[in-house]
């Protein structure tokens, strides 16, 4: 019984762990490459789209919400959308 309550609770908090890595940023977008699929905010954040998402007909100056987890030092982004 006690390690299927700590089984209940690693689990926890391995979930937790997860979605406390997820990071939202709102701004504006600076500039844009295709080849590399990135983004550079107006704070100069760099960001990488990743899952299919595409930088095309995103315009420099768009004001975006963008939500991004860090993996291996990037920043990749799992959704962006025009900020209201």
Same mark, same amino acid.
């Given at each position: +019984?006690? %390690?299927?309550?700590? !089984?209940?609770?690693?689990? $926890? ?10 990071a939202e940023m /709102?701004?504006? &977008?600076? *500039?844009? #490459?295709?080849? /590399?699929? /990135?983004?550079? +905010?107006?704070n100069g954040t760099?960001?990488?789209?990743? !899952? $299919?998402?595409?930088?095309? !007909?995103?315009?420099?100056?768009? =004001? &975006? &919400? &963008? *939500?991004? #987890? =860090? %993996? #291996?030092?990037?920043?990749?982004v799992t959704d ?5």
């Amino acid at each position: +019984m006690n %390690k299927f309550i700590a !089984g209940i609770i690693a689990l $926890g908090l391995l979930g937790s762990v997860s979605a406390a890595s997820a990071a939202e940023m /709102t701004g504006r &977008v600076m *500039t844009t #490459d295709e080849a /590399t699929n /990135t983004i550079i +905010m107006e704070n100069g954040t760099v960001l990488e789209l990743a !899952g $299919g998402l595409s930088v095309k !007909g995103l315009a420099p100056g768009t =004001e &975006v &919400v &963008v *939500t991004y #987890d =860090e %993996k #291996d030092g990037k920043n990749m982004v799992t959704d962006i959308a025009p900020a209201s």
